[in-house]
């Protein structure tokens, strides 16, 4: 029974693509809960209560590919609420090439401006990573994030960027969250990726980037090309 209803879990699970992407799990993993709740299905299945085994085993299937993705979900958890506010909100700016001021945008959604932007800094300000997340853009990579965490023995090169860092700090919070998703990691997004991480608009995005980055350039040009010292 288990072999021959093994679509029903990739059925299952083709349904959570959007989930399996967002929290950079392995697609097998998620196929493997959904076997677990399958087994379980037909150890509880009963035939005599008249019950199609595909609607019974569907359910089952479903749980266990859930509670595994609340195993997954990060370690600081969002309100369900706040979540729905800010999706809502990166779909109404994707579905327009208009530029929607966040009034407007939370007047559609019926609640306050404030709120909104509450609802998308909680979003992506305390949005964790997973250390098995893969470097690179495929999925199959062989190197995640904990391979770049080195060991004990390992020789690490000290590199005094704290002054730099202490510069970017002083940036406004959109503007950090920006060059961190551009710039801020091997994993660097286009702009259009960070427009849709952050429920921006990519002209918002683009001219949060360019002012950044033109705050930076007139505080470290000093430092990078110091002018060099006249005689007396």
């Known amino acids: ?66 509670r595994y993705f609340q195993d997954q979900a990060p370690a600081i958890r969002i309100p369900a609420d706040l979540v729905s506010l800010a999706r809502k909100a990166a779909a109404i700016r994707s579905e327009t090439d208009q530029r929607l001021q966040p009034g407007k945008i939370a007047e ?16 992506y300000e305390f949005n964790t990573l997973s250390l098995h997340q893969p470097l690179g853009s495929s999925s199959d990579s062989e190197f995640s994030l904990l391979d770049a965490i080195p060991g004990q023995s390992q020789t690490v090169i000290k590199d005094d960027y704290q002054w730099l860092i202490s510069e970017v700090q002083q940036l406004e919070p959109f503007e950090r969250q920006v060059i ?40 470290l040009a000093p430092a990078l090309h110091p002018e060099p010292s006249r005689g007396r």
């Open 180 to 219: 961190a998703h551009r710039y801020g990691s091997e994993l660097r997004h286009s702009q259009a990726e960070t427009a849709n991480l952050m429920g921006l608009s990519r002209d918002k995005v683009q001219r949060l980037e360019k002012k950044a980055l033109l705050k930076l350039r007139r505080k």
């Open 108 to 123: 559609m959604l019926e609640t306050s401006e404030e709120r909104l932007q509450m609802a998308i800094r909680a979003r």
């Open 1 to 66: 029974m288990v072999t021959g209803n093994l679509r029903l879990v990739i059925s299952a699970c083709l349904q959570q693509q959007k989930r399996i992407s967002g929290l950079y799990v392995d697609p097998m993993d998620v196929i493997q809960a959904g076997n677990l709740g399958l087994i379980r299905a037909v150890e509880r299945f009963d035939p005599l209560r008249g019950y199609k085994f595909s609607t019974y085993g569907y359910w089952w299937i479903r749980q266990a590919i859930n």
